[in-house]
């Protein structure tokens, strides 16, 4: 049989578990600090997106007058924006929301918890030093590599582009199909070969923000013409068109598409706009 427990064991236990309470309640308290903090910290200010240059751009161009145009063209979410990451060890690579708070202890609660959902985020808006960054390919304050990519839609779910995948063995004989589908239909389309240099993406620039699923529709009555203008292709290396839904999901922010023009890529002649015959 267990002895009763004495006078003095049974003090020191309830000293412990008031300890074990004051401990969680200590937690607790310094995480809801955390939240509150999180919360009475005003909203970044989305600095507003220059007009394009109404000169035109070229080489000789100053850096400031590049950067408008650039932005822009890629316009999507100006509130927020992803930042591509790679693990060195895995190998693995990525985008997330780029947060002030992202991996602070205490504060960034992922991977158990969405970045859209958190209470504790601090998104950082898009802006020239941003885009600066992207093209140059490093962050101006630490120097480490840095590729942006963007949210193609807005939070009232338009959109300023459409972008259409290619990434199979026959993309450059896709998306040069698809960029003559839009040229016989006087739609103004660009195409850039991707990263990775093994796919391309044909972009397609509106003058004012369109619903998304209106710009989806374009997209797949263009993929229809040109099928139907060149039946024999197949059109096996079309993947999908950015925005990738009609509406945002829940507590998200849609499919992300890299920038282009990204400083590393581009050395190995990726990253870059081509002609017709895949000449920068």
Known sequence: TVPPMSDVDHVMA????????????????????????ALRRPPPVVPAVPMAPS?????????????????????????????????????K?????????????RLCGKPKIKCGDCPHRAFLPVSDEVIRDHLQ???????????????????DETCWFLAADFD????????LAFL????????????????????????????????????????SLLITETMERCPDIGFESYDRFFPSQDTLPAGGFGNLIALPLQHRPRQNGNSLFVDDELHP
């Open 168 to 175: 199979k063995k026959t993309w450059t004989r896709d998306a």
């Open 55 to 91: 000169a035109p751009v070229t080489m000789a161009s100053p850096t400031v007058a590049k950067i408008a145009l650039f932005r822009s063209l890629f316009r999507g979410r100006g509130d927020v924006f992803p930042r591509r990451w790679e693990n060195p060890k895995t190998g």
């Open 180 to 219: 003559a589908t839009c040229r016989d239909k006087r739609i103004p389309a660009a195409l850039e070969r991707s990263r990775s240099g093994n796919g391309g993406h044909v972009w397609i620039f509106f003058a004012e923000p369109i619903p998304a699923g209106e710009a989806r529709r374009l997209g």
């Open 93 to 105: 690579a990525g985008y997330s929301p780029a947060c002030c708070n992202e991996w602070v202890r």
């Open 14 to 37: 309830r000293v412990r578990e008031i300890e074990r309470r004051l401990e969680a309640l200590e937690c607790e308290r310094r995480d809801l600090m955390a939240e509150l903090a």
């Open 137 to 155: 390919g490093r962050d101006g304050r630490t120097g480490a590599d840095f590729t942006a990519g963007v949210y193609a839609m807005l939070a």
